[in-house]
């Protein structure tokens, strides 16, 4: 089921990358599943004082009812759906890590995007583990360093794939999806966080 994995040889970062860490019958079902079953919503986002649409649609969910708070959005957590909790119980099983909460991202195509930023909110402990599952139209993901102008990556997050962050990436990297004007699909990201 899970490909060998690849660790990014990244300054100031523990970055692992799982390539089809779902088969591709698994991927194309779960996809279907979370695209129908999840309420998703497209929240307003405030950046440098000016407030738009956020370019995704997003939903939170978690076992306990702590908000998760981003960008000035507020998110009140739903419960797990089953799918969720398989998928949620597959990586933590295979990371030996227990996670309390996901931030799904749905990207309609290519004009759907996550700016640069670092997934770094007080809640998440002073070095975050975030797994992200990826499911459906493969999206370039980036890196950048904060101090370092020439640390720079990218890659393909493909379908079924698990990327995971832990260690001080969150502190000397940000990350984005950026827009794409290529004629892509949908594709569903879930981020699973813990919460203290």
């Known amino acids: 089921m899970h490909t060998k994995p690849v660790k990014l040889n990244m300054k100031d970062a523990d970055v692992v990358y799982y390539p089809a860490f779902f088969n591709n019958l698994k991927a194309i079902d779960y996809f279907k599943t979370l695209y129908n079953t999840i ?7 405030t ?3 000016k407030t738009h649409l ?10 306990n009812l702590n908000s998760y708070s981003y960008s000035n959005i507020v998110m009140k957590p739903n419960l797990f759906t089953p799918e969720l909790l398989e998928i949620k119980t597959t990586v933590e099983s295979h990371l030996k890590l227990e996670f309390t909460s996901c931030l799904a991202n749905l990207y309609r195509d290519g004009s759907d995007s996550n700016g640069w930023h670092a997934d770094n ?6 070095q975050p583990i975030i797994a992200s599952v990826s499911f459906g139209a493969e999206r370039v993901f980036h890196f950048k ?5 020439e640390e720079k990556r990218k890659f393909v997050l493909g379908d079924g794939s698990l990327l995971l962050m832990r260690g001080d990436t969150q502190k000397y990297w940000l990350h ?18 813990i919460i203290a």
């Not at 956020?54 to 076992?63: G, I, K």
């Not at 360093?145 to 102008?149: A, C, G, L, P, S």
């Open 176 to 193: 984005q999806v950026s827009k794409t004007r290529k004629n892509i699909g949908k594709r569903i990201n879930l981020t699973f966080r």
């Open 121 to 126: 909110e007080k809640e998440l402990g002073s």
């Open 47 to 49: 950046l440098f004082g």
């Open 39 to 45: 309420n998703w919503k497209q929240d307003h986002i």
């Open 145 to 149: 360093h904060r101090h370092i102008k």
């Open 54 to 63: 956020q370019p995704r649609l997003t939903a939170f969910f978690a076992e």
